[in-house]
């Protein structure tokens, strides 16, 4: 079973509309949670990151919730653009003590169509 | 700076051909990481280092990869002999932070994707 896993898999939208995209994991401890979007063709780039204690994160129109009671953690994307045509990926870091490595999901693909 | 780079971009060979992925991480980051991205599975870390010393190579599929960081800003992931099956994009990313830091944002290079005939 996969430690990180998103829903729903792919998703399609209508331009300006809004979505929400889940991730829960099963990684504990964990030092922070981050959200990645891959672009077609482009390695992935962080949009934010939230660590144990935070709940909340916005970057511009996208804000990443976190849950750590319940290990989910959700980003809404509000008045969707063609250009959030892309993958999202959640990604968990384990405690630092421990590695650096990261637990990927196996992301959510969006398609905004006008 | 820009960002990692990776070389080739594309790569069509046969099977049981070598193949070598080359990575120039950000100048200064200190952890360099190769993934490889598929479909079916995501993206999957396949060995990392720090400070030009592999740390952790247990994602590394079995004993036809190999990877070496000669120095701080040139790594190479190499496949001998290739197969089909390792068909995918194999991403380098580096960051500058380790064990003990928050923040420790991966920047991505653009990927090599690799295609065995």
């Known amino acids: 079973k996969n430690q990180v896993e998103q829903s729903p898999q792919s998703l399609i939208i209508l331009e300006g509309k809004n979505c929400t995209l889940q991730?829960?994991?099963?990684?504990?401890?964990?030092?922070?949670l981050r959200w990645y979007k891959q672009d077609t063709g482009r390695g992935p780039v962080s949009l934010t990151i939230?660590?144990?204690?935070?709940n909340t994160k916005s970057n511009g129109r996208y804000t990443a919730t976190l849950d750590a009671d319940t290990k989910q953690s959700s980003l809404h994307i509000t008045a969707s653009q063609l250009s959030d045509s892309a993958s999202y990926i959640c990604?968990?870091?384990?405690?630092?003590?421990?590695?650096?490595?990261?637990?990927f999901g196996t992301g959510t693909r969006l398609q905004v169509f006008p | 700076d820009a960002g990692v780079i990776q070389s080739p971009r594309h790569e069509v060979t046969e099977m049981g051909q070598e193949v070598t992925l080359r990575c120039k991480p950000i100048?200064?980051?200190?952890?360099l990481f190769w993934y490889r991205q598929t479909m079916m599975r995501g993206l999957e870390l396949l060995i990392y280092?720090?400070?030009?010393?592999?740390?952790?190579d247990s994602g590394m599929p079995e004993d036809r990869f190999s990877a070496k960081m000669p120095n701080a800003s040139f790594s190479t992931l190499k496949i001998q002999p290739s197969e089909p099956r390792d068909s995918a994009v194999y991403f380098c990313?580096?960051?500058?932070?380790?064990?003990?830091?928050?923040?420790?944002?991966?920047?991505f290079g653009p990927g090599t994707r690799l295609t065995v005939l």
């Open positions: 990313a580096s960051s500058l932070s380790g064990s003990g830091t928050p923040d420790n944002e991966q920047f």
């Open positions: 991730c829960n994991y099963t990684v504990s401890p964990f030092s922070n």
């Open positions: 939230m660590t144990f204690s935070e």
């Open positions: 990604v968990v870091r384990g405690p630092s003590y421990n590695t650096d490595k990261l637990i």
């Open positions: 100048s200064g980051h200190d952890y």
């Open positions: 280092f720090n400070n030009n010393v592999p740390i952790d």
